[in-house]
């Protein structure tokens, strides 16, 4: 099953996605400009073999609900997320917080979840 709901933080309304699968669920909470997710998320694969996508996305271990990984400590971020000031250690809900504010920079528009 999968799961779609907007999901409130300071600076905007996110949309977390829940995919349950056999023995595990995939988590994930996006903005316009990136997301955060499980630990099933491959951010060395992202700096490496995607760096040039420019990806801006961190990773928390061990979260098995939206809130947990809005609360969790992100265990690993991207190069690209590391340039918003996103860094390993911080709170998910304060790297979507650092994402919604570079969503305001040219070329960014609206909140992912309201469709603004």
Known sequence: MIRLVPVPFEG???????????????????????YIMCGALDVALLNERLADRGIVAGRAVGVR????????????VTHAAEALGIRPGMRGADALKRMAGSADSPGRTGDHASGK
């Open 65 to 76: 609900t939206l809130e947990e990984l809005m609360e969790a400590p992100l265990e690993s």
């Open 12 to 34: 905007g309304v996110a949309l977390g996605v829940e995919v349950k699968l056999p023995k595990t669920t995939l988590l994930a909470i996006a903005t316009d400009t990136g």
